[in-house]
């Protein structure tokens, strides 16, 4: 039976070598280990010394620790009640993505027909793009109004009073990107 450990180190070394797009002749050039080596450490076979297992991590750059880690998951899938939701106005909005992203908003706006969402407005300096996706979004800003159809785009700055509205007869879907300011 093979040592898991083993298998962990050869699929980690493995990994890290092809995420960087480099052969096992280079990255045993690189790292002064034998080709064989490399090769012995990639299929399991290997019983490395430390000496060898610092070389390796030099040659890939990462700490000796992640030669040896438990590998991560290459993606996570969240279930879309793991997202944020929220009632505002006559809509819903949720949060289109799990992880914040340090100055940018992304929401999905959901209106019902003849529904209005209002918008909240920003720090100074604040952009935001809103895109149409279904249905009709009318926009009223800074005293403007935009229709919007379906793959339309506005940019407005965010710092304005506006709001969302749905004159159309089925349900409305849009999503909002808001950069935020430098500095807040």
Known sequence: MSDPLAVRLAANIRQLRESRGLTQEQMAKLSAVP????????????????????????????????????PRATSRHYPRRALETHKQGDGVIRKLL?????????DRMEIPAGGRIPGVPHMPGTREYLTC??????LAVGGEESR???????????????SYRNPGARAAVGYSVVLLAPGI
């Open 35 to 70: 080709r064989a080596t490399w090769g012995h450490l990639e299929s399991g076979s290997a019983n490395p010394t430390l000496s060898v297992l610092h070389k390796v991590a030099l040659a890939l750059q990462v700490p000796l620790e992640e030669l040896t880690s438990a």
């Open 98 to 106: 799990p992880d914040p992203i340090p100055g940018v908003v992304i």
């Open 133 to 138: 996706e279904s249905g009709e979004i009318q």
């Open 148 to 162: 919007l159809s379906p793959g339309d785009v506005v940019v407005f700055r965010g710092d304005q009073r506006h």
